[in-house]
């Protein structure tokens, strides 16, 4: 993979990053690498900036700075072009951003050199129909999370995998989650961890009636579909944490792999157990 061109894109509010953002840019200029920068970064610069669609278009990698919440942001603004995204944290650790500031220049030398693996991530195609006429059409990384938005107040979630009826979840809401959305909100909510290079959907319940109701792994070629019983109260579909839409009493979200998955970086300084291992303080007593 060679490196011509890098996009760099900074979480909003970041402003203490400049210096950070300052030193990144003047490293990649002075190895002869075309740095571009977000609409974020450009105040701080001085200079001209794009937004991460147009970045994604021209650029051969792009650098998000901040957290895990920004590479969504990020991958989510590229759309279907497949650029590699290199996540350095600004704070602690992140599941999707592996790498820390410290660590920035010597995974980014990796890179160049072509000794760092590009893991490609699944993502799920989301769509939202209301009595056959669709809604909306996302992308999402880690997960498509259904919630009820009243207090104290359940909602019915019939799904279904390939036509076919899974079950009737009487819940506060339910979580369809790819491997890379394992460690988010699914894991929180007692799903079990997978390793991004699976292939799989896990369907996780958020506060089941039953006991019964356990997270359920499927094959990734499976179409996921939930109709939803609102019982009167207001229900949203939420992507990555980022967008949403409030769903109706029958409206159905259909889930399935997506062909445009999202190329990430992986840390070429630790392995995927490490930062496990980091982050979930395994071991610990």
Not at 189 to 209: D, F, Q
Request: glycine share 10%.
């Amino acid at each position: 993979m060679e490196i011509r061109s890098v996009g760099v894109c900074l979480k909003p509010g970041e402003a203490q990053a400049a210096k950070t953002l300052r030193e990144l840019v003047r490293w990649l200029e002075d190895r002869g690498i075309d740095a571009r920068v977000d609409e974020v970064c450009a105040p701080l610069l001085d200079r001209s900036g794009s937004d991460v669609a147009s970045l994604a278009a021209e650029v051969d990698l792009i650098v998000s700075l901040g957290g895990d919440g920004t590479l969504l942001s990020v991958a989510r603004g590229a759309g279907s072009r497949r650029v590699p995204i290199l996540g350095v944290n600004l704070g602690t650790l992140g599941f999707l951003t592996e790498i820390n500031v410290e660590e920035m220049f010597p995974a980014l030398e990796a890179v160049l050199a072509g000794e760092a693996e590009v893991v490609s991530r699944m993502r799920l195609e989301v769509v939202v129909t209301r009595e056959g006429r669709e809604l909306g059409r996302f992308l999402a990384l880690n997960d498509a999370v259904i919630t009820k938005t009243a207090i104290s107040r359940m909602i019915d979630l019939e799904t279904f995998a390939d036509g076919q009826e899974v079950t009737t979840y009487h819940a506060d809401g339910l979580i369809v989650s790819t491997p890379t959305g394992s460690t988010a909100y699914s894991l929180s909510a007692g799903g079990p961890l997978l390793l991004p290079g699976l292939e799989a959907i896990v369907l996780t319940p958020i506060c089941p009636h039953s006991l019964n109701h356990r997270p359920l792994v499927l094959p990734v070629g499976v179409e996921i579909e939930v109709v939803a019983r609102t019982r009167g109260g207001e229900t949203t579909v939420t992507i990555d944490g980022q967008e949403s839409m409030d769903l109706r009493e029958g409206d159905r979200v259909a889930m399935r792999r997506s062909p445009d998955p999202v190329d990430i970086i992986a840390s070429p300084l630790r392995t995927r157990f490490q930062i496990l291992q980091t982050k979930l303080r395994w071991g610990e007593r």
